[in-house]
Every structure is written in structure tokens, then in C-alpha cells.
């Protein structure tokens, strides 16, 4: 259940998508649009959307450029989280978090609980802080970017979100 504070206004951010895979289009990638219909439909700005391969290397230059410009105040990736070979999404990511989220992978698996059950053990999502930048990483496929934009993100990317939220403490995500 969402607390929203009707007296705090609404506060658009920059969201940066990313889809990590090495067989999705811009015409086929479901998971990529849905993420980017769900958070310009909240009211926030797309700052940009690519499809990166799986290839650790090239996601991390993608998120380095992003977490290095301050008008990308977010973002959130799609695939590579799962245990095959190719999953590599966890390993690209988490050596640029200053900080790990650890509550954001463990409640996305008990939201997909009540949906998949134990499946929900193959999931690697994971979220932290890059140069005070939250960086969301969900699996492939489009039921999961609905189940974390919907269960998690969209409240904590939302000022109103109370009792409290990621955006009221961007500003003293950098502080020494």
C-alpha cells in the first residue's frame, strides 16, 4: 500500500532505460517500452533509452556517461539478471555502486513470490547508488518491470511517497 501525501507536489524526474540483451529491437523490446510508458505515464522525463548488448564493458560505459551527467537523476535497466551465462547485468553494475539497495532485491523477490513462487530465486535484481544516482537493474521480462516499477520504484521515485522516499534524499545522497 502507497502513502501519498496529497499536500507535497508531484516532482518529475529524469529516468534513463536501459535493456540489456543481445537479441532485442526498438520495435520488440516490450520490457524497455514498458518501463517508458509506466514512468512518463507517473509524469516523469524519459532522459534517454538504449538497448545495450550483454557485454559488461558496454553497459558500464553506457551508466558511467549517465551517472556522471547530474540531468539523469535516475535509472532503471531491464534483463541480464538471471543465472545463464549471459546474465552478466549484476556483475557490470555493482562495481559502480558506492552503495547497495539490499532491500530493493529482496522485496522484488517476495512481490514475485505471489506470483511465480519459488522461480523467484533465478531473479539477480538488484539496485544501488552511483555518484548519488539510484540505479534500478529488473529482469527481462515485461511482467517484472511491471511488478517493479509498480510495486517499488514508483513510490520511491515519488516525493509525495510517504513515509518516506529516495527523491527527498537525493539531494544529500552525495554529502561527505
Given at each position: 500500500?502507497?502513502?501519498?501525501?496529497?499536500?507535497?507536489?508531484?516532482?518529475?524526474?529524469?529516468?534513463?532505460?536501459?535493456?540489456?540483451?543481445?537479441?532485442?529491437?526498438?520495435?520488440?523490446?516490450?520490457?524497455?517500452?514498458?518501463?517508458?510508458?509506466?514512468?512518463?505515464?507517473?509524469?516523469?522525463?524519459?532522459?534517454?533509452?538504449?538497448?545495450?548488448?550483454?557485454?559488461?564493458?558496454?553497459?558500464?560505459?553506457?551508466l558511467s556517461r549517465w551517472i556522471a551527467d547530474p540531468a539523469v537523476e535516475a535509472v532503471i535497466t531491464t534483463g541480464g539478471t538471471g543465472l545463464t551465462g549471459r546474465d552478466i547485468t549484476p556483475e557490470a553494475v555493482k562495481p559502480l555502486f558506492d552503495k547497495e539497495i539490499e532491500g530493493f532485491g529482496e522485496i522484488f523477490r517476495m512481490l514475485s513470490w505471489e506470483l511465480i513462487k519459488t522461480s523467484t530465486i533465478q531473479s539477480r535484481a538488484l539496485a544501488g547508488l552511483a555518484n548519488g544516482t539510484p540505479i534500478f537493474c529488473l529482469p527481462g521480462s515485461p511482467g517484472a518491470c511491471k511488478d517493479g516499477w509498480d510495486g517499488i520504484i514508483r513510490h520511491q521515485l515519488d516525493l509525495r511517497h510517504k513515509p518516506c522516499n529516495l527523491v527527498e534524499m537525493m539531494p544529500r545522497f552525495l554529502e561527505k
Open positions: 500500500m502507497s502513502h501519498a501525501s496529497p499536500d507535497q507536489p508531484f516532482q518529475p524526474l529524469a529516468i534513463a532505460v536501459m535493456t540489456v540483451s543481445d537479441s532485442r529491437t526498438e520495435e520488440d523490446d516490450k520490457s524497455g517500452r514498458l518501463l517508458v510508458d509506466r514512468l512518463t505515464g507517473e509524469g516523469h522525463r524519459l532522459a534517454e533509452k538504449v538497448i545495450v548488448p550483454d557485454d559488461r564493458y558496454q553497459i558500464r560505459a553506457v
